[in-house]
């Protein structure tokens, strides 16, 4: 099998699988597992201006999906050159890749008309779906359930070290200017991670919001988590980014509780590094969990 994949979570995905060998191509994207995506052809590339700032961004994304315009680029010379049996993309999320109806209409170009999977997990059991249906449309569907079943494991031990603690009020920032809450599974990693999320919503996109908004909701910790960032760079822009007036009386300002994580590794991507990804969470929302969990 050949495999075209054309986003970072499905990239990650067929390796955790075991099926680096059928990747032919990746989106420009994608960059994990390192040694596997490092030499392969890349096939999207972003339309969007180097350089621009987080309301940079989000201005010009915005005025392109006003005018029906696309975020990515898709080389269809290159990928049918590459000949793929395989295309794997999403539906939903507007910004996160090439439009869905997009890469339709060009499979049904391509010699061979390969097969186009669309994953559109809206919280953890969809990703857990997605990977057990990549599994079983690849011919591994035994690795699949071994890997869902292990994930699930660690899930379960999570909720073993949280179980009956307080659960502290949480913000998760999905994009920094403008403030936008999450949504889709980040809730869900959270309430997971023994935290109660205050204004994002399970299943759901993330939204825009308001300071005031946020300040109101008196969250005790914060995440910034802003999509396509390292952790780097996002302390780096909220270093830079004015706060808002009555900033410094939202809980989580007074006590230092403010966590910039790797969002491209363990948050915005549905694979199986958000599983690590709430297991980082328990480390801020509860410290001393591994001491309070009750054993297995």
Request: aromatic share 6%; hydrophobic share 45%; net charge negative.
């Amino acid at each position: 099998m050949r495999i075209a994949s054309l986003l970072p979570s499905a990239t990650e995905i067929v390796g955790a699988l075991g099926l680096e060998e059928t990747l032919v191509g990746v989106s420009h994207e994608c960059d994990y597992p390192p040694d596997v995506v490092a030499g392969l052809p890349r096939l999207t590339r972003s339309a969007l201006p180097a350089g621009l700032s987080a309301a940079e961004i989000d201005r010009e994304v915005s005025a392109r999906l006003r005018r029906g315009e696309g975020i990515y680029e898709l080389d269809e010379a290159l990928l049918a050159a590459l000949q793929p049996d395989l295309l794997i993309t999403q539906e939903l999320c507007d910004v996160c890749a090439v439009a869905y109806a997009d890469v339709c209409s060009l499979a049904a170009r391509l010699p061979g008309n390969p097969q186009v999977i669309s994953l559109t997990p809206p919280d953890l059991n969809g990703i857990f779906a997605d990977i057990t249906r990549i599994a079983e449309v690849t011919g591994v569907l035994e690795r699949g359930d071994v890997l869902v079943a292990n994930l699930r494991q660690r899930m379960d031990r999570v909720a073993r070290q949280v179980r009956g603690l307080p659960r502290p009020r949480v913000f998760a920032l999905e994009w920094l200017d403008p403030p936008f809450a999450a949504g889709h599974w980040v809730p869900e990693m959270i309430a997971r991670a023994g935290g109660q999320e205050v204004l994002g919503r399970t299943g759901e996109k993330s939204f825009r919001t308001t300071w005031d908004d946020v300040i109101a909701a008196q969250p005790e910790v914060m995440l910034l988590i802003p999509c396509g960032y390292s952790k780097e760079e996002t302390e780096r822009q909220w270093a830079e980014l004015p706060k808002p007036a009555g900033f410094d009386r939202i809980p989580a300002a007074q006590n230092g509780r403010i966590f910039a994580l790797d969002a491209n590794s363990y948050c915005s991507r549905p694979a199986p590094r958000l599983v690590d990804g709430i297991e980082q969470l328990v480390r801020l929302l509860h410290p001393l969990a591994e001491l309070a969990g009750s054993p297995a």
